[in-house]
């Protein structure tokens, strides 16, 4: 098994510019999330899914979307890139909601 | 919001020794965990406890569920040069509510002195 798969590994975009973060599990997980780790803020929950179809916002939301429409893959797409959101992504999945997370490698985002 | 106090933020120690850190709120949480982060890499879960007072070892680790609730403690016996990395405690709020209650520490740094 792969676990959870996140592509690309590092992103340079420009401000305004728009892109996906992939992220991919093999594992039938129902829970996925996306957070964010910013130097001495730890790891901040963006959104998060408990099953196809089913999205939610966690706590730093704004400037980006997500949807769910295969177990397997829970995509984030930044929407007008922001410095404000240079920073390394990861996406999680859990079988239930134990907290016990599988998370991936990262993506390491810099917005110029 | 909810926030858990994880303390302390970093520390160095000589190889050897024991470590401890440990994690605090004013929230009562029904599981805490323990994930390792190695530089570069994600965090991996270590340990997970489900009750109160609940004391469990993973190898040279030890983490205990605190008795009100509010707290945590990692400790790590003997430390090596591959204990170094990043340890975040997470305490979940409600059990098979939604995955939003998750919280994390901000994150202990450890690093080794050969």
């Known amino acids: 098994n792969a676990g959870v798969t996140q592509t690309p590994k590092f992103q340079v975009l420009k401000t305004g510019q728009s892109m996906t973060l992939q992220c991919a599990q093999d594992m039938n997980h129902e829970y996925m999330s996306w957070y964010r780790q910013d130097p001495g803020m730890g790891l901040r929950l963006i959104h998060y899914?408990?099953?196809?179809?089913?999205?939610d916002q966690g706590e730093v939301p704004n400037g980006y979307n997500v949807s769910r429409s295969t177990t397997e893959d829970f995509p984030l797409r930044l929407l007008s890139a922001a410095p404000s959101q240079t920073s390394v992504y990861f996406c999680?999945?859990?079988?239930?909601?134990?907290?016990?997370?599988?998370f991936g490698e990262g993506s390491r985002l810099t917005v110029l | 919001g909810q926030q858990l106090n994880q303390s302390p933020q970093s520390m160095f120690i000589q190889e050897g020794e024991d470590v401890s850190m440990n994690c605090t709120s004013s929230s009562i949480f029904n599981t805490w965990l323990w994930y390792k982060q190695d530089p570069g890499e994600g965090p991996v879960l270590l340990i997970a406890l489900y009750k109160a007072g609940e004391l469990t070892s993973n190898g040279r680790l030890t983490a205990q569920f605190g008795i009100t609730r509010k707290d945590s403690f990692l400790n790590i016996s003997a430390s090596i040069p591959s204990d170094v990395g990043i340890y975040f405690c997470a305490g979940l709020l409600n059990y098979g509510g939604s995955q939003g209650n998750l919280i994390f520490g901000k994150g202990t740094k450890l690093s080794v002195k050969p």
């Open positions: 899914s408990v099953g196809a179809g089913i999205t």
């Open positions: 999680a999945s859990s079988f239930s909601n134990t907290g016990e997370l599988f």
